[in-house]
């Protein structure tokens, strides 16, 4: 363990195990190539075609292996000491985005805007904005109402010390362990403020329920660059008016629900032993509607508990879209050394505004911030740098601000920040600090998993690849995680591979894997048996149960068949010209019937035939060999020889019974 003056850094205790698992494993892997290849070449008995298929899917697997071991290599975990701070905190502004009030409720945003203004920090060094980029008038209405109920809510929490400060959470079943044991006063201000709670739900669904207020919000999303346009533009307009040192960004479907969480991300900033070089604090993307079996995996523990601490022990997790704490002078400023006069040439990088440029020196500590400017003239230059083209000739987007190297704005930036040198850091507190709503069906889960990966897919292929540009910038080990994620997706093939040649071989009776009584049996068997422990102890280790690690295995496979396969033909689709550049906005509103079948465990394939398409084709080849290669097997009896890809079949179609069930109980609804 590692103390620091604001936080402290535990390694993970069983790290030599891991390390020495990775270099068995390693070893066994080089086996097996070595039994393919001179089978291959020396057996005249080797069925070509399918061996070399088979080589194939196992080398790309063994890559994908390899990049993946860089996040088992140095896992940490952190906790804080807040109460260490100094009184004098620095200024934070908060950036709320939001587009769509069909897909995004009016209603649900002003809670997560409530919850940002209600943080426990000094109300003089906060600030916080939202972004509409669909315009709409209700919007601007709900944020007038919301300020106003703001006025109640605030001193309510302060005085009785509410965690849960997003009304929505606190007034729900989810908020009754904080009205447990109170005094009759708070009972009856609870009733108060429950009541113009109500009403301001009340009048906003009565605002935008006039279709004229929602059909008006068309906007031109392509000249804004999306929410990385947005994201720039908030940095422009809050660097007019509050100028804080660092800045929140959170999804309008995110609430915070640690009111703490900023002074627990100021331990990384302003810790004078790490935090010269701290670009960013990334906290786990959570969500209050989790059912306790989790069936699409919505809790991605792979990526929050495995994959981001190990990149944390390297130098620091990627940026993840929303939960994150930034500072201005990473975004802004190049690298952690970077010299002052990059701002000679701050007309060139930052745009005209010479009243902005002037924020960038207070930022940087050439002067004072000037305090008698009149809100009127902030205002009239607040709409000069908001407007759609103040970017055209300048580094926006490019060196400055949040990145358009690909759609994915957070993943860009966080990736291109490590490159320039900046570190980051990722806590993982007990009580999450952040909470959204996760997709109840297929469809939402796989249009989301599809964009990300998709988008990955290009930087990989991009002049910022990870296997180029980011192996030249960063530290070996740090560049291999990128790496993984760039080539994530190629699991599409190892699974389309591993799901057709064996099963057809089965069907023929031709081996692929050696005898059960051979030695060369035992690679294979090894390899099995040694990912799945790994899996296990993960799982286990972070308070998981074996019902987790066996429905993450199904889900794995269901995503890597349908999500990555999708995410290829739309990158190569958008790569070649032939795709038009869009946004896909994920539905944050609930629909109750979709959220029932998701707690009850059942899987909703409604609307996503298509995604699944690939799964079903795989599916009824799956089935048709395995009971016409086990007919074959009970009249030939060469157990030996098949037993392998017997054991593969019977275990793909133990993992694929729900689904299965789902896919047969689908409605024929085409999403």
Same mark, same amino acid.
């Given at each position: 363990m590692a103390t620091f003056t604001l936080?402290?850094?535990?390694?993970?205790?069983?790290?030599?195990?891991?390390?020495?698992?990775?270099?068995?494993?390693?070893?066994?892997?080089?086996?097996?190539?070595?039994?393919?290849?001179?089978?291959?070449?020396? *057996?005249?008995?080797?069925?070509?075609?399918?061996? &070399?298929? =088979?080589?194939?899917?196992?080398?790309? #697997? !063994? @890559?994908?292996?390899?990049?993946?071991?860089?996040?088992?290599?140095?896992?940490?975990?952190?906790?804080?000491?807040?109460?260490?701070?100094?009184?004098?905190?620095?200024?934070?502004?908060?950036?709320?985005?939001?587009?769509?009030?069909?897909?995004?409720?009016?209603? *649900?945003?002003?809670?997560?805007?409530?919850?940002? &203004?209600? =943080?426990?920090?000094?109300?003089?060094? #906060? !600030? @916080?904005?939202?972004?509409?980029?669909?315009?709409?008038p209700v919007t601007l209405y709900g944020m007038k109402e919301a300020c106003e109920f703001a006025k109640v809510w605030l001193p309510f929490c302060k005085k009785y010390g509410i965690m849960s400060r997003c009304p929505k959470v606190f007034f729900s079943p989810?908020?009754?362990?904080?009205?447990?044991?109170?005094?009759?006063?708070?009972?009856?201000?609870?009733?108060?403020?429950?009541?113009?709670?109500?009403?301001?739900?009340?009048?906003?669904?009565?605002?935008?329920?006039?279709?004229?207020?929602?059909?008006?919000?068309?906007?031109?999303?392509?000249?804004?660059?999306?929410?990385?346009?947005?994201?720039?533009?908030?940095?422009?307009?809050?660097?007019?008016?509050?100028?804080?040192?660092?800045?929140?960004?959170?999804?309008?479907?995110?609430?915070?629900?640690?009111?703490?969480?900023?002074?627990?991300?100021?331990?990384?900033?302003?810790?004078?032993?790490?935090?010269?070089?701290?670009?960013?604090?990334?906290?786990?993307?959570?969500?209050?509607?989790?059912?306790?079996?989790?069936?699409?995996?919505?809790?991605?523990?792979?990526?929050?508990?495995?994959?981001?601490?190990?990149?944390?022990?390297?130098?620091?997790?990627?940026l993840s879209g929303s939960g994150n704490y930034l500072s201005r002078s990473a975004l802004l400023f190049g690298s952690p050394n970077q010299k002052d006069d990059y701002l000679l040439d701050a007309q060139n990088n930052f745009g005209k505004s010479t009243m902005y440029i002037e924020s960038l020196k207070a930022i940087r500590g050439q002067q004072n911030a000037k305090k008698n400017t009149s809100i009127d003239v902030i205002l009239q230059e607040a709409d000069v740098v908001a407007s759609c083209s103040y970017e055209k000739n300048t580094n926006w987007g490019n060196e400055v601000g949040f990145s358009y190297a690909i759609l994915l704005e957070s993943t860009g930036t966080g990736y291109l920040l490590h490159c320039r040198g900046w570190r980051s850091t990722y806590l993982y507190p007990e009580r999450p600090c952040f909470l959204g709503c996760a997709p109840t069906d297929i469809k939402e889960g796989m249009l989301q998993l599809v964009k990300w990966l998709s988008e990955?897919?290009?930087?990989?292929?991009?002049?910022?690849?990870?296997?180029?540009?980011?192996?030249?910038?960063?530290?070996?080990?740090?560049?291999?995680?990128?790496?993984?994620?760039?080539?994530?997706?190629?699991?599409?093939?190892?699974?389309?591979?591993?799901?057709?040649?064996?099963?057809?071989?089965?069907?023929?009776?031709?081996?692929?894997?050696?005898?059960?009584?051979?030695?060369?049996?035992?690679?294979?068997?090894?390899?099995?048996?040694?990912?799945?422990?790994?899996?296990?102890?993960?799982?286990?280790?972070?308070g998981g149960s074996l019902k987790i690690w066996w429905d993450e295995q199904r889900i794995w496979i269901l995503k890597s068949v349908t999500g990555c396969l999708f995410a290829i033909i739309q990158a190569t689709k958008k790569w070649l010209g032939l795709n038009k550049v869009r946004f896909t906005l994920s539905n944050k509103a609930i629909d109750k019937e979709k959220l029932k079948k998701y707690e009850q465990g059942k899987f909703d394939f409604e609307g996503a035939a298509l995604f699944m398409s690939p799964l079903v084709v795989l599916l009824i080849v799956?089935?048709?060999?395995?009971?016409?290669?086990?007919?074959?097997?009970?009249?030939?009896?060469?157990?030996?020889?098949?037993?392998?890809?017997?054991?593969?079949?019977?275990?793909?179609?133990?993992?694929?019974?729900?689904i299965l069930e789902g896919i047969l109980t689908m409605k024929s609804k085409v999403g």
């Open positions: 936080h402290t850094e535990t390694v993970q205790s069983w790290l030599p195990l891991t390390r020495l698992h990775i270099l068995c494993h390693l070893v066994v892997v080089l086996l097996l190539f070595y039994y393919r290849f001179t089978t291959l070449f020396y *057996d005249t008995n080797t069925p070509t075609l399918p061996w &070399i298929l =088979m080589t194939i899917a196992e080398a790309l #697997l !063994a @890559v994908l292996w390899f990049f993946n071991q860089a996040f088992r290599w140095r896992p940490v975990s952190r906790s804080v000491m807040p109460e260490k701070l100094p009184a004098n905190l620095p200024g934070l502004d908060i950036f709320v985005c939001t587009l769509d009030p069909e897909k995004e409720p009016t209603v *649900d945003v002003m809670d997560t805007v409530i919850s940002a &203004i209600a =943080m426990d920090y000094p109300s003089d060094k #906060l !600030a @916080v904005y939202l972004s509409d980029d669909g315009g709409c989810m908020g009754e362990n904080e009205q447990l044991l109170r005094i009759e006063e708070f009972r009856a201000e609870q009733e108060q403020i429950k009541a113009k709670y109500n009403k301001m739900q009340e009048n906003i669904g009565k605002f935008g329920s006039d279709p004229k207020i929602v059909l008006s919000c068309l906007i031109d999303q392509l000249a804004l660059r999306y929410k990385g346009g947005a994201l720039n533009t908030l940095l422009r307009v809050s660097g007019l008016i509050s100028n804080g040192p660092y800045v929140l960004v959170v999804d309008c479907d995110m609430y915070c629900n640690d009111p703490s969480s900023a002074k627990q991300a100021m331990c990384f900033f302003l810790d004078p032993e790490t935090s010269k070089d701290v670009a960013f604090v990334q906290f786990p993307q959570m969500f209050h509607n989790l059912s306790k079996k989790d069936i699409y995996d919505n809790q991605t523990r792979i990526a929050f508990k495995t994959m981001w601490q190990g990149m944390d022990g390297l130098r620091g997790p990627g990955l897919i290009l930087l990989g292929v991009s002049k910022h690849s990870p296997f180029t540009y980011g192996i030249s910038r960063m530290p070996f080990l740090h560049a291999l995680t990128f790496c993984f994620l760039s080539f994530t997706t190629q699991y599409a093939t190892i699974f389309i591979l591993y799901g057709i040649i064996p099963q057809v071989c089965f069907l023929k009776g031709i081996p692929v894997f050696p005898k059960v009584t051979e030695p060369w049996f035992l690679v294979f068997a090894t390899l099995f048996v040694s990912t799945q422990i790994q899996h296990l102890i993960e799982i286990l280790s972070g799956n089935i048709v060999c395995f009971f016409g290669g086990l007919w074959r097997l009970l009249i030939v009896k060469d157990f030996e020889r098949m037993f392998g890809q017997l054991f593969l079949l019977s275990y793909l179609m133990a993992l694929s019974y729900p």
